[in-house]
């Protein structure tokens, strides 16, 4: 009692279309989502960025400045580290250290 080969082949297709078109419909929805949500958190860390640009500055006018920056100092380690690791990244992909790097 098998079904005729045509009829198989024409259900599969179907049924693949509309999975398409499903899988379209989602990453649409979900690329205005992150969109959104990357602009939102763009637009905090700029803003926390430029808080802390600002403090740095005024912090040039206390006067205990060079003990506020060394307490203060240690706070940016992380900063730091994402930058080099950034641009470390983006060294690896322009000149890959081994074929295996591609």
Known sequence: MEA???YKVSNILLIQNS???????YIIESDNEEQQTYETDFAYLCE??????ELLKESYNKPKRHLWLKNVRKNFRLLEKMNNDIKALENRRTMP???KNF
């Open 48 to 53: 926390v960025l430029d808080k802390a640009k």
């Open 4 to 6: 005729p080969q045509n």
């Open 97 to 99: 250290k081994t074929w």
């Open 19 to 25: 999975i398409t078109e499903n899988e379209d419909d």
